[in-house]
């Protein structure tokens, strides 16, 4: 099959392999909402009939910020579905530091925290967890990891099934998937009352998304520039961002009309998810307020999200590239109903 595909490469134009791959994912796009709504209204009762039984387990362990966390539980989810087995998803000792729980209310067919039984030795993939499921403090699909002997082992294949009892991942997948994560769960009561009232209290405003840090950087001040004179001028502005420069160029850019959502100290140009706090109190409330300001995005009356502009991206990327968190609060923006029925409970 492969000998096949090279062949047609070779055959077809770049020009028209282009296109083909823009329509392609255009119809996926279009199709997700449709995918999207028979994975999560059916997946109770497949849970209830063929899965809650089971005796396999996928834990998920999710790694990068806060889209990746959704897009990979979602992936996740639907692997869950297709191999029955028990869902487990485990983000207390990764980026996220700290249990889903705390924040949303999940459904049946998703558990979080561990799995508190387990008979070791286990069966386990990868096996250099089999004497402790939860001892990896840095499980990542994208590297070769190291066992306890130096040696490197491959991460688990989404597309494959295992005998394994128990299945560790941490896979990526669509970046656009997490928004289909949003429609399988619930705001826990204090934050969805917190939200509700932070965006109440902003009246008529426009919102902006930068994000600026090490490794994804934007042209920020030129970007801000333009959305000042877009800007309608009855609104307020309300900069969401995860750079301290940002919010101080902000600052002086639009004045009185600026809302910061959240207050971002001077990590030194790190990125917020990866910044390990001593205290994890500290730690909620930066998770708290990147899902408040998620949902200031996605109910601001006109949205502006920048565009990624690091060298990598520039040579890799053809078409626009947006942080994940962006991508996001777009999705979100496009879908009102959806952000006024986790808003009102």
């Not at 028209?16 to 996926?28: D, E, F, L, N």
């Not at 729980?101 to 561990?114: A, E, M, R, T, W």
């Not at 204090?190 to 939200?195: G, Y």
């Not at 965006?199 to 950087?217: D, P």
Request: hydrophobic letters at 35%.
């Amino acid at each position: 099959m492969s000998k096949v595909y090279s062949v047609i490469k070779a055959i077809i134009p770049n020009r028209v392999q282009r296109v083909a791959k823009r329509y392609t994912i255009k119809v996926k796009h279009r199709l997700e909402p449709l995918i999207s709504l028979i994975y999560v209204s059916f997946a109770p009762i497949f849970y209830f009939l063929f899965i809650k039984s089971s005796d396999k387990y996928l834990i998920c362990r999710p790694n990068g910020g806060f889209n990746d966390v959704l897009s990979r539980s979602e992936t996740a989810v639907r692997y869950s579905y297709k191999h029955r087995r028990k869902l487990f998803i485990y983000t207390a000792n990764v980026d996220y530091c700290d249990d889903l729980s705390n924040y949303f209310i999940l459904p049946s067919y998703i558990s979080s925290g561990k799995i508190e039984d387990i008979q070791y030795p286990a069966s386990v993939y990868p096996q250099y967890l089999s004497g402790n499921i939860y001892e990896f403090e840095d499980f990542r699909e994208e590297k070769k990891m190291l066992d306890s002997k130096g040696e490197s082992y491959n991460t688990s294949d989404i597309n494959s099934d295992y005998k394994e009892q128990y299945l560790i991942c941490n896979w990526l997948g669509d970046r656009q998937t997490s928004i289909c994560f949003f429609k399988r769960i619930k705001l826990v009561e204090h934050l969805r009352i917190h939200i509700s009232r932070k965006v109440r209290q902003l009246g008529k405003y426009s919102a902006v998304h930068i994000r600026n840090t090490e490794n994804y950087q934007t042209d920020y001040k030129m970007f801000l520039k333009i959305v000042k004179e877009d800007l309608d001028p009855l609104h307020t502005i309300a900069v969401c961002t995860d750079s301290y420069e940002v919010q101080e160029y902000s600052k002086a850019l639009f004045g009185e009309r600026l809302v910061l959502p959240s207050i971002i100290p001077d990590y030194g140009g790190k990125s917020i998810h990866v910044y390990k706090h001593p205290d994890i109190q500290q730690k909620r409330r930066e998770n708290v307020d990147a899902i408040t300001d998620l949902f200031i995005l996605a109910c601001s009356k006109k949205l502006y999200t920048s565009v990624i502009t690091t060298e990598q991206k520039k040579k890799t990327i053809e078409d626009k590239f947006y942080s994940g968190y962006s991508l996001l609060a777009m999705n979100l923006h496009k879908r009102k109903r959806l952000v006024t029925k986790l808003l009102s409970g």
